[in-house]
T-cell receptor
Framework: NAGVMQNPRHLVRRRGQEARLRCSPMKGHSHVYWYRQLPEEGLKFMVYLQKENIIDESGMPKERFSAEFPKEGPSILRIQQVVRGDSAAYFC???????????FGPGTRLTVT | GDSVTQMEGPVTLSEEAFLTINCTYTATGYPSLFWYVQYPGEGLQLLLKATKADDKGSNKGFEATYRKETTSFHLEKGSVQVSDSAVYFCALSASSGYSTLTFGKGTMLLVSP
């Protein structure tokens, strides 16, 4: 029973490029959450999605960031025109339709040079 | 808004010592409380949880009791091992609506032989 999968594990982008982070939830999970972890900080909520719907994006910057969870395929967190301040670890978590336990993926560590 | 405060680390202990990591929270209603553990270079793993006042969560020798009167959820272990070295995060999810997690900043635990 595979857990939450994220790829790539490490991503290096130059300033101004685009970053695409992928998350495949656990089997049977239809809820996906994205969190960002800055150095020496805890995780901060960014966005919560269900299949084809964004439920809460209150933690996501209004510009350059977007997220989707299509009917088929993984959830995607997209960062356009990356800046050095976007360097962080991005974690995806999934949960089943009922219950409040979230299961985390290994994260994608984004470095912007 | 909701918030979680953890004791700052690093916490440095010798093997077999007693561990306490303090966690207090601010939230409306009756949140669910969680402890997650993050090993170096990995994602977060759910360690234990409690969903109502006076509940005790336990796993792998770790325990935490949901204390509503003191708004606390301190993590304890009677005898730590070198393999317990990791970063520990206290988190809550709101009592109503969906289960977005609010995290503390994390406490690093270093256990020496």
């Amino acid at each position: 029973n595979a857990g939450v999968m994220q790829n790539p594990r490490h991503l290096v982008r130059r300033r101004g490029q685009e970053a695409r982070l992928r998350c495949s939830p656990m089997k049977g999970h239809s809820h996906v959450y994205w969190y960002r972890q800055l150095p020496e900080e805890g995780l901060k909520f960014m966005v919560y999605l269900q299949k084809e719907n964004i439920i809460d994006e209150s933690g996501m910057p209004k510009e350059r960031f977007s997220a989707e969870f299509p009917k088929e395929g993984p959830s995607i967190l997209r960062i356009q025109q990356v800046v050095r301040g976007d360097s962080a670890a991005y974690f995806c978590a999934s949960s089943p339709p009922s219950g409040n336990e979230q299961y985390f993926g290994p994260g994608t560590r984004l470095t912007v040079t | 808004g909701d918030s979680v405060t953890q004791m700052e680390g690093p916490v440095t202990l010798s093997e077999e010592a007693f561990l306490t990591i303090n966690c207090t929270y601010t939230a409306t209603g009756y949140p669910s409380l969680f402890w997650y553990v993050q090993y170096p270079g990995e994602g977060l793993q759910l360690l234990l949880k409690a969903t109502k006042a006076d509940d005790k969560g336990s796993n792998k020798g770790f325990e935490a009791t949901y204390r509503k009167e003191t708004t606390s959820f301190h993590l304890e272990k009677g005898s730590v091992q070198v393999s317990d070295s990791a970063v520990y995060f206290c988190a809550l999810s709101a009592s109503s609506g969906y289960s977005t997690l609010t995290f503390g900043k994390g406490t690093m635990l270093l256990v020496s032989p």
